[in-house]
């Protein structure tokens, strides 16, 4: 017999959190950079993590936001909203978005979703 405070820990399931977002903000000679990394899926149960991260923009103001794509797995259009929001609030206060090296997947929803051409697209060949 076991007793209770000797019994293994419960075993947790091991799989990712459907995104995680990476956040850093650089100082730059015209502003400040700020660099976000989306790994996982941008999705209607996700895009109140990268608002939430992304909240600090509205005080901070800064010249540039680039988001690396390059681990996102799926978007959908709620997470085209929110990019498209961020954009139209970066444009608002005099700064600029880009979206960088994405997936085949994912570059293919956004040459489908046709967003705003002023959002530029670094791909991964250049």
Do not use: K, Y
Request: proline fraction near 6%; charged fraction near 25%; include cysteine.
């Amino acid at each position: 017999m076991t007793e209770l405070g000797n019994r293994p820990p419960t075993t947790r399931c091991a799989c990712a959190p459907p995104l995680h977002v990476d956040l850093v903000s650089t100082g730059t000679d015209t502003g400040l950079r700020v660099d976000v990394r989306l790994d996982g899926e941008l999705d209607l149960a996700t895009v109140d993590l990268v608002t939430d991260a992304l909240a600090c923009l509205r005080d901070e103001r800064p010249e540039l936001v680039v988001i690396d794509l390059s681990a996102l797995r799926f978007v959908d259009a709620h997470g085209l909203r929110v990019v498209d929001s961020i954009h139209r609030e970066l444009c608002g206060a005099g700064g600029r978005l880009v979206l960088a090296m994405p997936s085949p997947r994912v570059a293919r929803v956004l040459a489908v979703a046709e967003l705003d051409p002023q959002i530029s697209v670094w791909s991964r060949g250049g």
